[in-house]
């Protein structure tokens, strides 16, 4: 098995995605960490680089540097991911781009559209790679769903739902030290899209991915329910689909009390209807219209050959979180390894989500319906 | 126990939910049926009352003659329950009414809101009791929910949502001889508000009886998914209360494949959430924001004491769509009989449910927000 | 609709499942109560009489008088219900069935299997009806489950086994003035099973109902986990069939902390698994070897047509206990006027559960398998 | 962070738990693969070397030339884990416990408790670290249940019960290929302990840790209902504690059709009952005498910090078969490394579980009770 040599910028002590990012890859087994620049203070990063085992010299100051360093360098990185604030993505990405070096970026991908696209640009001008993390949309289940989308199981699609809800800025603990909490509601660090931005946009995110388009204009209302927060802690958000009769709805909260990371989707067809929960992430619901509803399993009966290469475990080994972010890191370095052009975490779909975002910002501030980009 | 004695116009071979009043009111035991004018047609309403075991002098052979004759009657009846297709609600009820007999009317109560206002007057004038069959909010987990937002156990109420989602009239089966499906897909029957009219309106009722209160305005989007269908199958409605912070939804549907009678609630507070369904009824989820979620039941553990007479068995034994019907019949009894007045199914929440419905169709019509009369 | 005059012994203030009965037959509304010795006290008596409107000269006081009174009436009881003390059942059976009149008896029947043989010759001799009530095998997923295990569904049947699990005696409540605490833990009135002949009797009745045969030996053992307790409170019984590969088990509780009426069972075959819970009852889950576990519905796709008279409400609806318990009446009713001999609650199982519970008691003295008479 | 330098016999191509046990240390982060003796077949492990990343000149022909000359190496391994069939295990230990290399071994640790024993004193004499894996009570809510156990929070414990169902083998595989059911059900290669040995001696192991103690008496049915199968295939045993009130039960099977890894257990007590599902790892329910029952969630409301270092995400971000495998991974690097002595997954324990099969199929042969040694 090659192993690609890989670099991380952000993900330094207090993260919580960048451990996420080094579990998801060394569980896939594909990436060995060789360089990073983990902080915005050069102490902490040595300390990361020493806990990671990464060499003192490939500790970073600064990401320019990391990127020009490591593009020079015979055993430099192949690969970088990006796990800092959302306002440094833009500047993060387009240097190891710049740089040749291909890029793996967390979600969102920026803090506006047009940012978005000049990164889109940028790749296709430098032919280099560049991924962004939608890691739910690799639990095997999610997948299962869209085939049968795909076949035509559920007939013509009606109406379809996405949800992700929170309780964990349920009150206002940005003010009292929280550090995520923190930086996800300054809008100079998270951008103007709050809850929108940050979970928001992984709920359509899924709806695109299963059902194989985008929605053509939204009718978002965003709340703060929080007093004194500066970005939305709530999104309501209807979809509309130009010359298809189908409906859809994404709700997004952190404010939903009693709910931890609740992200789920209904699809509604004609023919029947799928249902998924992530915290229940192995099982999906078929719900045929006349006939018992299934309790479809990951790796269980009826699961398709063509998605064993998603799986890790037999049928009622759980799998959840990581492995389905590690199906990312899977995908990608067989993308960059074996050319492999067939999945998904693409620029293409994540700046479309990008705009996605500024619609609803848009609608929001018009208080109605307002067309995606 | 003193049994009243009661009437029924509707509810012949047939009808569906006839025999629903008819088993509520057994299993609540203080009806005795004595009178019918159980169809249009005189023969059937005869071979009714045999099988009913109502006298054949009084079965009717119109609603009319049988007001008239009843309330001359020494025995004649106390109560009448009105059974039949939404149109005749007003000719029906007001006849009773105006007979001096108390009245129990499915609903929706009327095919619009100046007919549900004139049947409220006409009560008032005539000072006489005028019910509505909102059976569903007669479980007792949903007096759980109400007591615990009354109580506060919610804090400031952020989010409510409420759906009824069927599957039912997913094809066209209105016009292939589904009798239940004719009427209620036919505008002159049923009103212009199908799915609005006939489930929405209980997810709406739901709501309002929850809060205590009724939205101020609503965005409506009424959809005919089946094609030749002459009224809305799916209702997606948007609420807006205002002087409070509360964001509300209704959505409910008759297309919705895989789902039987799906009605149900969440509702979010600052400090805990509250999820309940129809299909499990003996359930109630508590979710507080920092401690486990916890499942109520029935008559279980932290069940309060002000609440056992809506309850037949013991914590366990599961009660239903029934048992929640004969409340509705119970506490129309002690309305009548001891005058209580606490109990809820009264004509002024069902002229608001009537107001809602009006102002969903305008909304739609209007394609934005419009307000609740 | 024939109306049967009906009598009750035993069911008055305090008592819980008289009350049950009372609500079963209403809700069937075929049977109208016109006599009853509700109590040993004739006051007591005299006093339900008029809450249940009973005529004052039809409340007995003693069941012996009201026996030949109402056999010797020309308008006298038809079939009368047993609801006393279980060490009071064959008197009282035995009363009416010597009077020509038609018994439906609480379970368990008698407290011992030489009474209950005496009481089925003497029913066989007096030409008479005697039913026993267990009311949980008439859940309509119950029947569906006995179809699928007749049709062969399941193939050659492995392993079964169901539970009925409660925590109502977790602690000594009998001696702190619960009356059907106390009762049902003295072996003088309730007989010397405690939980075994309370609900261990019905989870073991529910086996042979869906099998269609009885166990051939068991390994009983009893357990009193209150210090104290005259009775056994939890009940652990393997069973065997002779000249089958088949294994079954019945675990029973009283002292099960935080379950309710946790009755169930899960029948094995070599090509399929049934599962339902009482708690759940409109629910069965198909787990067929090699295909999707299916949640089957009452009155849901595949719901058999034959099983129709079993339901009253469509599927999404609801049903519970007591309109199982209701179907209890509507068999007996149908037994009675129209000899329909299908359905189950005979006494000839209702024996050989009492063999099942005096082979258990048998096999717990001695610590040892005991085959069932 | 310390790298540990790991070896691996079995494992080759066709496996499935080695496999596993590659993906756990990866996910742990604390070992390197660096040699190993992956198949008896010595291309087949050049080849699985190739792919492991292993050098050439440590791809060894057999286990005893691997524990020499690895111990004998300056970078020779520290630790190696054994995941051949069960009956190499006490060759495959005792090579390497000879060697002063730590082992990890596979469960069941041996075919006998002979065996057991010998490799038990042999380690200790040779003072080498030997664990077990062990990998079900290294899921949190697991370890959560045994601190509620701990703490008194379910008072005295009555009954215990654990299950593991399969259906894996309900039909007979062994005989057309499949590699993993041939060895396990071949005598010769898994031990006479067929579903015994394979997973009721997790559901045991489970129940010993969670409660702290084992059983003193097993009364075991074993059956292989599948036709020429050598050794059982399900097993229901029962288990007593000498000088408690305390009854246990163990059912294990791998005929149970529709199951795939069904691995559970309910804990009752006088004051709480607490239960557990592997296939939905984050939740374990409390269900108290008297208040609501609580669905406790990994890393959510009431999670013990304690117990903070055996989640790797968020409350809400499942966690599976692979995470708590890698918590066994997590247990022997620290015990290695770090000298604790905490964790679980030791020798001493796998005796006693070895003891407990011993005594079962004692008890089995003689139709009776039987002490555990």
Same mark, same amino acid.
């Given at each position: 098995m090659t192993i690609l040599r890989w670099g991380m910028v952000g993900g330094g002590e207090d993260a919580f995605i960048g451990d996420v990012h080094r579990m998801a890859a060394r569980l896939d087994g594909g990436y060995?960490? #060789?360089?990073?620049?983990?902080?915005?203070?050069?102490?902490?990063?040595?300390?990361?680089?020493? @806990?990671? +085992? #990464? =060499?003192?010299?490939?500790?970073?100051?600064?990401?320019? /540097?990391?990127?020009?360093?490591?593009?020079?360098?015979?055993?430099?990185?192949?690969?970088?991911?990006? #796990?800092?604030?959302?306002?440094?993505?833009?500047?993060?990405?387009?240097?190891?781009? !710049?740089?040749?070096?291909? #890029?793996?970026?967390?979600?969102?991908?920026?803090?506006?559209? =047009?940012?978005?696209?000049?990164?889109? &640009?940028?790749?296709?001008?430098? *032919?280099?790679?560049?991924? @962004? &993390?939608? !890691?739910?949309?690799?639990?095997?289940m999610v997948k299962v769903a869209r085939e049968r989308v795909k076949n035509g199981e559920l007939g013509e699609l009606l109406m379809i739902d996405a949800y992700y809800l929170q309780d964990w800025l349920a009150v206002d603990i940005e003010h009292s030290g929280q550090k995520q909490a923190a930086w996800r509601t300054d809008p100079a660090k998270a951008g103007r899209a709050g809850c929108l931005g940050d979970i928001a946009i992984h709920a359509y995110n899924l709806l695109s991915y299963l059902v194989g388009y985008s929605a053509t204009s939204v009718n978002a209302r965003l709340t703060s329910f929080v007093e004194g927060r500066k970005v939305d802690d709530h999104a309501d958000i209807q979809l509309s689909y130009s010359d298809r009769l189908l409906q859809g709805r994404v709700l997004a909260s952190q404010v939903m009390t009693g709910h931890e990371n609740d992200l789920g989707f209904r699809l509604? +067809?004609?023919?029947? /209807?799928?249902?998924?929960?992530? %915290?229940?992430?192995?099982?999906?619901?078929?719900?045929?219209?006349? =006939?018992?509803?299934?309790?479809? /399993?990951? *790796?269980?009966?009826?699961?398709?050959?063509?998605?064993?290469?998603?799986?890790? @475990?037999?049928?009622?080994?759980? %799998?959840?979180?990581?492995?389905?972010?590690? !199906? $990312?890191?899977?995908?990608?370095?067989?993308?960059?390894? %074996?050319?492999? /052009?067939?999945?998904?975490? !693409?620029?293409?779909?994540?700046?479309?989500?990008?705009?996605? $975002?500024?619609?609803?910002l848009q609608s929001h501030d018009q208080g109605n319906w307002r067309e995606v980009e």
């Amino acid at each position: 098995m090659t192993i690609l040599r890989w670099g991380m910028v952000g993900g330094g002590e207090d993260a919580f995605i960048g451990d996420v990012h080094r579990m998801a890859a060394r569980l896939d087994g594909g990436y060995q960490l #060789v360089a990073g620049c983990f902080s915005s203070n050069l102490e902490k990063t040595k300390t990361s680089a020493i @806990v990671l +085992g #990464v =060499a003192e010299d490939r500790a970073y100051a600064d990401f320019h /540097t990391m990127a020009e360093t490591e593009s020079q360098r015979k055993d430099g990185i192949e690969v970088v991911s990006i #796990v800092t604030p959302n306002f440094l993505h833009y500047d993060n990405v387009a240097a190891f781009l !710049n740089a040749g070096i291909a #890029v793996i970026c967390e979600k969102p991908l920026t803090v506006s559209l =047009a940012q978005a696209q000049a990164l889109q &640009t940028l790749a296709k001008e430098r *032919n280099t790679f560049l991924g @962004v &993390t939608y !890691n739910y949309i690799e639990n095997p289940m999610v997948k299962v769903a869209r085939e049968r989308v795909k076949n035509g199981e559920l007939g013509e699609l009606l109406m379809i739902d996405a949800y992700y809800l929170q309780d964990w800025l349920a009150v206002d603990i940005e003010h009292s030290g929280q550090k995520q909490a923190a930086w996800r509601t300054d809008p100079a660090k998270a951008g103007r899209a709050g809850c929108l931005g940050d979970i928001a946009i992984h709920a359509y995110n899924l709806l695109s991915y299963l059902v194989g388009y985008s929605a053509t204009s939204v009718n978002a209302r965003l709340t703060s329910f929080v007093e004194g927060r500066k970005v939305d802690d709530h999104a309501d958000i209807q979809l509309s689909y130009s010359d298809r009769l189908l409906q859809g709805r994404v709700l997004a909260s952190q404010v939903m009390t009693g709910h931890e990371n609740d992200l789920g989707f209904r699809l509604t +067809g004609r023919k029947a /209807t799928l249902e998924w929960r992530q %915290e229940d992430p192995n099982v999906l619901w078929f719900r045929p219209l006349g =006939a018992p509803a299934q309790r479809l /399993t990951r *790796n269980g009966p009826d699961y398709p050959e063509s998605l064993n290469a998603w799986c890790r @475990v037999p049928a009622g080994h759980p %799998e959840g979180y990581l492995e389905a972010f590690a !199906n $990312v890191y899977q995908n990608i370095r067989l993308a960059l390894l %074996e050319k492999d /052009t067939l999945h998904y975490s !693409n620029i293409d779909q994540a700046v479309k989500d990008m705009a996605f $975002v500024e619609a609803c910002l848009q609608s929001h501030d018009q208080g109605n319906w307002r067309e995606v980009e």
